[in-house]
């Protein structure tokens, strides 16, 4: 029962929260109360902002997860960064846009090795926009499943968002839903999706990081692991 009520609260989160009830204090030991309220209401709302509740992750292997909540903003044929290592032939790109109110942790969208890692410095533009994906400050992941193929993933800083924590390493094996990092405060997710995907989410649409799924895979694409292997 608690637990309906506690959520856990991101670790990274604890310094800010502490440090706008810090604040909030000291107002209400000087009696501003004109400024103590809009204090209160930030603390609560870093509270809200920081929650890290657990989800219920899908196991079946060929399928992609969403890699934050949000709101699907787009749906488009896009080339995906050079640093994923995709090809340069356009791909399903789906956008989530997060807002202030959603949770801000990104998930690993499948199971697999981490193959690159790689931040690029950038514009803080509207996440919501479309050049967003190519002109703002990044953090692009690729992950190599075991069936050869390569899901390109990017972390995309907004106007509000100034900065993004990513807590993976190439070469690390991650599990599907796996917690990767996270960005503050406002920002955007990129999913790639490989050739053959069966694309299930449509522009509009709310996701739920770590639980609903974006797509199906193709298993008759999918490199045989003996070929990788030798």
């Known amino acids: 029962m608690l637990a309906n009520f506690f959520i856990p609260i991101l670790d990274d989160g604890w310094r800010f929260i ?9 107002a209400a030991l000087t009696g501003a109360a004109w400024l103590f309220w809009p204090l ?12 890290d509740p657990p989800r219920g992750v899908p196991q079946e292997d060929g399928l992609l997860i969403a890699p934050a909540d ?23 790109r789906v956008s989530i846009f997060l807002s202030v109110f959603d949770v801000h942790i990104n998930r690993a969208p499948c199971a697999g090795t981490v193959e690159v890692v790689a931040y690029r ?7 919501a926009a479309d050049k967003a994906s190519e002109e703002n400050e990044r953090m692009a992941i ?3 499943r075991t069936d050869g193929r390569l899901i390109g993933c990017v972390q995309i800083a907004g106007w509000v968002a100034r900065r993004i924590v ?11 839903g796996e917690r990767f990092g996270h960005i503050r405060f406002g920002s955007r997710t990129d999913l790639y999706l490989p050739p053959g995907a069966r ?3 449509a522009v509009g649409q709310r996701m739920i990081g770590g639980e609903t799924v974006m797509a199906e895979l193709d298993p008759s694409v999918a490199t045989p692991r003996s070929a990788i292997e030798f």
């Open 199 to 201: 694309l299930l989410v």
């Open 142 to 144: 690729a992950l190599r």
């Open 40 to 51: 209160m209401v930030l603390t609560l709302w870093s509270i809200y902002f920081f929650r």
């Open 18 to 26: 502490a440090a706008f009830a810090a604040v909030t204090f000291l």
């Open 70 to 92: 949000g709101l699907v903003q787009m749906v488009t044929e896009a080339v995906a960064p050079s640093e994923l290592g995709l090809g340069d032939q356009p791909l399903t």
């Open 166 to 176: 990513c807590r993976i390493k190439a070469g690390q094996a991650i599990t599907a």
């Open 121 to 127: 410095p950038g514009k803080f533009l509207n996440a």
